[in-house]
């Protein structure tokens, strides 16, 4: 088995960050004044969300995400990933726990140097690519030559070149949500979250935007966040995966695929990518037959 490791809840606590898959990233960081640990970039701990005083969502959640590093999560629908996304993101509230990046409390805002990808395509269907790339830019202050290259720079990594002009209308599915990407990439964000990005594409176009996410992942040097309901997708471009219970989401597992990091969709011809997958695989079954008896027992 390669490099396959998995451990159960509790989420461990990796201090040093000394158990990350055979290519290490360099982290530049060593344990600071601010007590965050050599490699931990950000982190949630006891993170809860109940909405209203009935619907708990998630949680508690303890989560260590490591600089540079690349985790999926995965779970059944409804187990509270957008929910857990939103409140790292700061844009929702936790009802309990915090939340820290690069050691600052994150609460109330998206801090700087966090970027998010929705699942819905957010383009603006009024402005040109070019614009819509250069919208977040602009907002920020940004104007002028380095705005420009910015813009130029991810239009062009993100092989929207022939559409700089275009209206996303004039696009497809793939396309406009590259132009979404593009537009987190401009921001240059050290962290990027994304909910299901890949979730309204077919599933060649899919492929094809994992690819394009690692060599953005490794182009960027950032830690990559990404919620998806596909297995296959988080087996192929995680370092780490989370698998969620069900409501109030929690994590059951965390799988170490050990991938190099030139890595590309072409893992999933590899053995090692079925060992993974079946593991997914086999805690998510679990954990569905765990809530279906349960449900039965309330209905019963
Ligand atoms: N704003 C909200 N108000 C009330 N309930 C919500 C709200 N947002 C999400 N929920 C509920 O919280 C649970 C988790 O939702 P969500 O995080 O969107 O799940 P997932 O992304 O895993 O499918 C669901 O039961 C959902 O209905
Ligand atoms: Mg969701």
């Known amino acids: 088995m390669r490099g396959l490791s998995s451990e159960r809840a509790p989420v461990p606590q990796d201090p040093a960050g000394a158990s990350h898959p055979a290519h290490p990233i360099p982290f530049g960081r060593t344990p600071g004044s601010n007590g965050l640990a050599a490699g931990a970039h950000a982190v949630m701990t006891g993170v809860t969300r109940i909405f209203g005083s009935a619907v708990h969502a998630l949680g508690p959640v303890d989560l260590e995400l490591r600089r540079g590093e690349f985790f999926s999560i995965v779970g059944p629908s409804g187990c509270g990933k957008s929910t857990l996304l939103d409140v790292l993101a700061g844009l929702s509230a936790p009802t309990d726990g915090t939340i820290t990046f690069e050691g600052k409390r994150v609460r109330g805002t998206v801090p700087d140097g966090v970027g998010v990808v929705f699942q819905e395509d957010a383009s603006f269907p009024w402005l040109t690519v070019r614009d819509n790339i250069g919208f977040g830019l602009r907002r920020a202050g940004f104007r002028g030559p380095e705005a420009e290259d910015r813009v130029r720079h991810a239009i062009d990594f993100m092989g929207l070149n022939d559409f700089a002009d275009a ?38 176009t899919r492929l094809l935007m994992g ?54 969709s072409a893992i999933a011809a590899e053995p090692a990518f079925g060992e993974v997958t079946t593991r997914l695989w086999n805690t998510l079954r679990e954990e569905s037959l765990k809530a279906m008896a349960s449900q039965r027992r309330v209905a019963g």
């Open 211 to 264: 690819d394009e996410l690692l060599r953005l992942w490794r182009a960027s040097g950032a830690t990559v966040l990404l919620i998806t309901h596909a297995l296959d997708e988080a087996a192929m471009l995680s370092d780490r995966i989370g698998v969620m219970s069900s409501r109030p989401g929690r994590f059951i597992e965390i799988v170490e695929t050990g991938w190099p990091r030139d890595r590309t």
């Open 167 to 204: 209206y996303p209308n004039q696009l497809s599915g793939g396309m406009r949500q590259r132009v979404c990407i593009a537009r987190t990439l401009v921001m240059r964000p050290r962290l990027v979250l994304l909910d299901e990005p890949f979730g309204a594409l077919d599933q060649q």
